[in-house]
């Protein structure tokens, strides 16, 4: 086994002192134009950028309560300022829930409060002008989204939802990022986030099929868009490649074979993680959970799994009726859309899988604090 | 009539047409308002009645906080229960007769104002001295508290340091709601104690007191977890239906 430093348990977490700026300089790389163009933003920092981005942010918070009740509640009280990883892990205090809404909120305040267009230093308000929006383009990339401090929040302010409308904000200025928004414009167009095209998945499937035989000896196999399965599985694109991912459609793979399920991939939805969301783009997350509708439509399936991951199953489990249903065409004695970890549970209750503890027990796991409540 | 009943009984018929309107625009805003998506926090009930339930807990033992937070929370749950006595032993000086309960409940508002000027105390002890809660604070935060500390010490002050003329007071009072205004007694500290009071219902709506109206309509909190089995629409019906429940 490798070796580990292992940080002494702490009876009570130690909260960081602030430490102002230290995380001001770190920001990911911007979109290229034809990232941006293809997902329907503009290219480049369009004219007049500050009303518009201050036009854009009414028309959100107009559609969308979560927004209006977010940004008038905060009373600063301070529980969420020691809840986020990255002020935790990095000290600078604008990555405190708090103080990160507080950029957005700044903003709104001035622009659509009473007290902020009139007395904008009492209450903390800001122009909307290049400063605010280079702290916004670091700091809103500095929030993976996870909700924690939604958790612990009195009035439930999930900083996700300010994060993810400022992204949009940005985006409609001109202003992307390139990891999400490149990616978005393959899985629309390839079917998945790495933009592997349908003979690279299919080769890589059967490369799987012939790991799982060679170490089990048995045949199990990796179907691809095969008409009249029961189950179409839907898994972030990460499980095709990537170590340990690649171990987890493995399994789903050995457990659908050993409860002689009829299951599928599809090449066009082969991507679970919607990256729609990441980007707070409405349209965005439709237009890909959709391929999954197509998919299911296509291929005749009965019920849809979904892989692990769990900004994907935020947006499976709570989006995905929403963004592209109904469902009225599938079986309507199961769940839509069903967790692989829902199926294997159930079939582990009906003694349908049989299961070897040995096979792992190398293996020290520890529990992981959630990627998203 | 004197200048100050004159002003007193103005300003507080502006600060209670502003509290009202203000809030019930809010209000309005806040309920028709559509919720795009669902996105209750886990752990969310699957039901109305758990929805209920979470709400309730929510709203008068601050749950979350108390997960989050012990200091916050024992500082501001002392603060807002005191409050809530602190208002219903007011009532007295707004009903003739006073109504039985509120004559019953009058020595725990009495008391519960030392309660809560401590709490508010306890709050701006954070604020100034955790560096975190420092770095968050505007000064309107800093004059909010101030606000309410004032019309604790003041009210304070004309229940255990120099009594006031209560039976003018709530005269002036009964006079306002009925429209047969009669005068505002000269004392110091009652007349800052209700200007402050004036000054807190004009800036309600316009102000982080808001939370008060806004926990009852945070999607995080009041929506049920059922996205797979009812499928959730951003329409106004849907809306409005789930901040009932």
């Avoid at chain 1, 829930?97 to 007290?115: E, G, I, N």
Wanted: hydrophobic share 45%.
């Amino acid at each position: 086994m490798a070796e580990f430093e292992t940080p002494a348990l702490r009876p009570y977490p130690e909260i960081p002192p602030i430490e102002i700026g230290v995380m001001a300089h770190s920001k990911p790389f911007y979109a290229k134009e034809d990232h941006q163009q293809k997902i329907g933003f503009p290219g480049e920092l369009i004219d007049n950028w500050q009303q518009a981005a201050v036009d854009k942010m009414g028309e959100l918070v107009d559609n969308s309560r979560a927004l209006r009740v977010f940004l008038d509640s905060c009373v600063k009280c301070g529980a969420c300022t020691d809840k986020c990883h990255y002020y935790i892990g990095t000290s600078d205090p604008k990555n405190m829930p708090v103080a990160r809404q507080d950029l957005f909120r700044s903003v709104y305040r001035r622009y659509y409060t009473l007290a902020g267009k009139y007395f904008p230093s009492l209450v903390g308000a800001r122009d909307m002008d290049q400063s605010v929006l280079d702290e916004w383009y670091s700091y809103f990339h500095q929030c993976s989204q996870c909700r924690r401090c939604s958790v612990y929040c009195p009035y439930g302010i999930d900083t996700a939802e300010i994060s993810m409308a400022a992204r949009e904000i940005m985006d409609s200025i001109g202003v992307g990022q390139k990891y999400c928004n490149e990616i978005i414009g393959k899985a629309q167009t390839i079917g998945n986030n790495l933009g592997l095209p349908e003979p690279a998945l299919a080769d890589t499937l059967e490369g799987l099929e012939e790991d799982i035989e060679d170490e089990t000896g048995v045949t199990v196999r990796m179907p691809l868009d095969e008409k009249g399965a029961d189950i179409l599985l839907v898994t972030p694109s990460a499980d095709f490649f990537a170590e340990p991912h690649v171990d987890g459609l493995i399994g789903y793979a050995k457990v659908f074979h050993q409860a002689g399920l009829s299951w599928t991939l599809s090449s066009h939805a082969s991507e679970a993680a919607n990256f729609g969301m990441f980007i707070g783009s409405y349209d965005n997350m439709q237009k890909l959970a959709l391929r999954v509708r197509e998919a299911a439509l296509e291929l005749g399936v009965k019920r849809i799994v979904f892989g692990e991951c769990g900004h994907a199953w935020r947006v499976a489990y709570n989006f995905l009726n929403t963004l592209a249903g109904p469902f009225d065409f599938l079986d309507p004695n199961y769940p839509l859309p069903q967790h692989v970890c829902e199926v294997t549970y159930d079939l582990i209750q009906r003694n349908a899988l049989r299961l070897d503890p040995s096979a792992n027990d190398d293996m020290v796991l520890t529990f992981h604090d959630s990627c998203n409540v | 009539m004197s200048l100050l009943t004159i002003a007193f009984t103005l300003l507080f018929y502006f600060a209670g047409a502003v509290l009202l309107a203000g809030l019930v625009y809010r209000i309005r805003l806040y309920a028709t308002t559509p919720t795009p998506l669902r996105i209750p926090t886990t752990p969310a009930p699957t039901t109305a009645p758990g929805v209920v339930r979470r709400m309730f807990f929510e709203v008068t033992l601050f749950n979350s906080l108390f997960k989050s937070n012990k200091w916050i929370w024992l500082f501001g749950w002392i603060f807002h229960m005191a409050l809530l006595f602190v208002l219903l032993r007011h009532l007295r000086y707004f009903t003739d007769p006073v109504w039985s309960w509120v004559s019953l409940i009058q020595p725990i508002g009495k008391y519960a104002a030392f309660a809560m000027v401590a709490g508010l105390f306890g709050l701006w002890a954070r604020r100034l001295l955790v560096d975190r809660v420092r770095y968050i604070s505007s000064p309107s935060d800093h004059l909010m508290l101030a606000l309410l500390v004032g019309i604790g010490l003041t009210g304070l002050g004309m229940k255990y340091v120099a009594h006031t003329d209560i039976v003018a007071v709530k005269a002036f009072f009964l006079g306002l709601m009925y429209f047969d205004w009669q005068p505002m007694p000269t004392d110091l500290a009652l007349n800052l104690h209700l200007l402050m009071v004036a000054m807190l219902m004009i800036v309600f709506p316009f102000s982080k007191l808001l939370h008060a109206p806004g926990v009852f309509f945070s999607p995080t909190r009041n929506q049920i977890d059922n996205p797979r089995e009812k499928r959730h629409l951003p329409t106004r019906e849907t809306a409005a239906g789930e901040t009932s429940a």
